[in-house]
């Protein structure tokens, strides 16, 4: 129980099938990081960011957490939005989330689930703004699916509202930040039409 050998085991082999491609990536990788994209992502271990886009290690900065929320009171999110755009200047925020998002389900139900109720409150007001429109589909899944594309736009105008991507493109720095959504039972990533370069497209992004 202390050593878990199968993923152990399982890293050696995926480090020799890496080498056996390219002798040098580790070499390589270790020498920097210099990826273009920020991932914010749901913490859903179906959800893993650099197998869905199929890209190796160091393409990707990822951040992840429970339904892909971004506060402005979450100093872990923040710090690393700033380090991917003031550090590794990053080119693309990416916010993506899921289909069938447990936690997206969690901030429509009137229940008590303890501890995650309080990180989910943000979740929770954005349903209640679009709750007329929400309530009009018939079927369950689909009222969380419709809150999973508009939490995904609400956060990602909480990224754009940030200092650190207000003080980017101020400064003239390229950065967009985008808002996709990722549909488990077949694997493929949806555009939400959400694209923002500049402090002026906000309001659009609002208006979702």
Not at 56 to 62: D, E, K, N, T
Request: proline share 3%.
């Amino acid at each position: 129980m202390r050593i878990l050998k199968d993923l152990f085991e399982r890293n050696r082999m995926w480090a020799e099938r890496l080498k056996r491609s390219d002798p040098d990536f580790f070499s390589k990788l270790a020498r920097q990081q210099s990826p273009e994209y920020l991932w914010i992502g749901c913490s859903d271990s179906r959800v893993p960011a650099n197998e869905i886009v199929d890209m190796l290690p160091g393409a990707i900065f990822v951040h992840r957490n429970i339904a892909n929320v971004v506060n402005h009171s979450d100093l872990n999110c923040l710090s690393v939005i700033q380090y991917a755009v003031e550090v590794l200047r990053v080119k693309h925020i990416i916010v993506c989330g899921h289909y069938g998002c447990g936690g997206i389900r969690a901030a429509m139900e009137e229940m008590d689930h303890g501890l995650i109720d309080n990180w989910l409150q943000s979740v929770r007001e954005i349903y209640r703004r679009h709750q007329d429109r929400i309530d009009l589909l018939g079927d369950e899944q689909e009222r969380i699916n419709l809150l999973c594309e508009l939490n995904v736009a609400a956060q990602a105008a909480n990224v754009c509202r940030s200092t650190v991507v207000q003080r980017a493109w101020r400064s003239g720095q390229p950065l967009a930040v985008h808002g996709w959504i990722y549909d488990i039972r077949d694997g493929i990533l949806k555009d939400l039409d959400v694209c923002v370069t500049n402090p002026d497209e906000i309001s659009r992004l609002l208006g979702i």
